[in-house]
């Protein structure tokens, strides 16, 4: 077993005591979070969160990792996660899950961008025509689908190299290995900040709302109910306040943090991005 494993399993377990099984008897509750950031910063960031959410809605909550982003999709297409904290649901494929969005952070909205280190000789996407270009995976939105397509419309092939997760995508070239990387403008900035890596943006999408939290139609409504209140109360109580403070600084995240409502329609424009991508009939 891997040292991230061991980590994750012993995060788990510090989540709630006696975690096989809810109050009422029933198992707990999955939390699939899409993957961006390494295992480990990932059970650092989420456990004290979900801890918290579970204590305050009654509904225990179990974070759930997979190994990359194709099995996360693939997964919320099974329909295996009770909560999501993804994106993966709007692909067309997965809509008819019907996962429902509950919630979303209250973080900036996100782009994709394509980056280059600062002291890049590279000044335009031409100039990555036939290069190696880092992406987190051939699933992730704003890290690839977005600026893919940008590239396909402006005629420029370039050989993609998958990095796993997004900020696997950053090492990849903040290790030089590639020239160029696809990436969502926030993990690109806090990796930055973390690791004091200086980058400059080639090319930079429209917006899209942050990534939200949605919940799987199997989800009795009162424990959905319970466990989006006790988000959104996070930012008001003092302990919540702490944790998304303590939580934010282990990514070097920028405030403000928190939760906030959001509903299905408020991500239309990422459902039509994937409908009219030119990254879908380039891959048929």
Sequence with gaps: MTFARILILAFTVWL???????????????????????AVLTAQYWNPILRYVSQRSGVPLQLKLSKTGNEHAAMIRRGEFDFIYSNHNFIPEN????????????????????????????????????????FPSPVAFVGYYVPMDALLRAGIRVMPRFAGNQEGAMGQLASRRTQAAGINSQIARDFALRQQLAYRVLWSSEEFLNIPISVHPSVPADKAEAVRAALFGMSADSEGKKILAESAAVIHQSPPFGFVKASDADFDNARRFYKSSLVNRATQ
């Design 16 to 38: 709630l005591p006696g975690i096989a099984l809810a109050r009422d008897g029933k198992a707990t509750l999955s939390f699939g979070v899409i993957s961006q950031r390494s």
């Design 95 to 134: 809509d008819t899950v019907g996962y429902r969005v509950m919630a979303r952070p209250l973080e900036d909205a996100i782009r994709g961008q394509i980056i280059v280190l600062a002291d890049s000789p590279i000044r335009s996407l031409a100039e990555l025509q036939d290069k190696e270009v880092a």
